[in-house]
């Protein structure tokens, strides 16, 4: 994973993926930024622009599997961000945002945002890793719960109703630029929606697989 920034925020991400297992690359303009990082941390550093093709090729970006942009600049995070997904081709992509007025611009980009003043380093780390499904709510007796599921972009075109039919979830609602929705039959799934799921606890794996792979006639 790469992280460009770091200051708080990036160096914290850092450590937290790299506990996990994740190799980790980190992005920074000044050199004594890493020292955020101490002795501990065994991933990569590189010192650089974060939207400078050349420096993202250093940090391993074309082989990532995710990429999360948290300097200090909404213009480098955003730029950064768009490299990541239209040129490296990595589907999940962060942006951390000051200005929240700009959230649905960026929306539209097809690059979920977070807001700093909003910020919560789980939201960061849903985005980074959203694989399977993060729970939202659990009826007491553990038999139904409302989750946020990762939805390929395989499914992006796609009705709604036809993610509902092969995984046999329903879906709750959709959060679009940063706006809650309630999908109808005719609902088309966009670029950078986020889909909460009401399911079977013992069905939340293969919600997730369904959700994860593509539609039947791309198969």
Do not use: K
């Not at 200051?7 to 955020?36: K, M, N, P, T, Y």
């Not at 970006?61 to 909404?74: I, K, L, Q, Y």
């Not at 700009?102 to 979920?112: D, K, M, N, S, T």
């Not at 003043?117 to 409302?146: F, H, N």
């Amino acid at each position: 994973m790469v992280i460009m920034g770091c200051g708080r925020v990036g160096s914290a991400l850092a450590h937290i993926l790299e506990s996990r297992g994740h190799s980790i690359a980190v992005i920074d303009q000044r050199a004594e930024a890493f020292r955020r990082l101490g002795p501990s941390f065994e991933g990569r550093t590189v010192t650089g622009v974060g939207f400078d093709r050349e420096v993202l090729h250093e940090a391993g970006t074309e082989e990532a599997g995710a990429f999360a942009a948290v300097s200090s600049g909404d213009n480098s995070n955003i730029i950064s961000a768009r490299l990541a997904r239209e040129v490296f081709g990595i589907e999940n992509v962060v942006a951390r945002i000051y200005d929240p007025g700009r959230a649905e611009v960026y929306q539209r980009l097809g690059i979920p945002t977070v807001a700093t003043v909003r910020w919560a380093s789980d939201q960061i780390l849903r985005r980074l890793l959203p694989a399977g499904s993060q729970s939202e709510w659990t009826d007491p007796s553990g038999t139904v719960r409302l989750a946020e599921v990762h939805v390929s972009e395989r499914w992006v075109g796609q009705r709604t109703s036809a993610l509902e039919e092969a995984s046999g979830a329903r879906i709750a609602f959709l959060t679009r630029l940063g706006e809650g929705l309630l999908p109808g039959r005719d609902t088309v799934l966009q670029q950078g929606d986020l889909v909460h799921v009401v399911m079977r606890t013992q069905d939340s794996a293969d919600v997730a697989d369904v959700f994860a792979g593509a539609p039947r006639a791309e198969v």
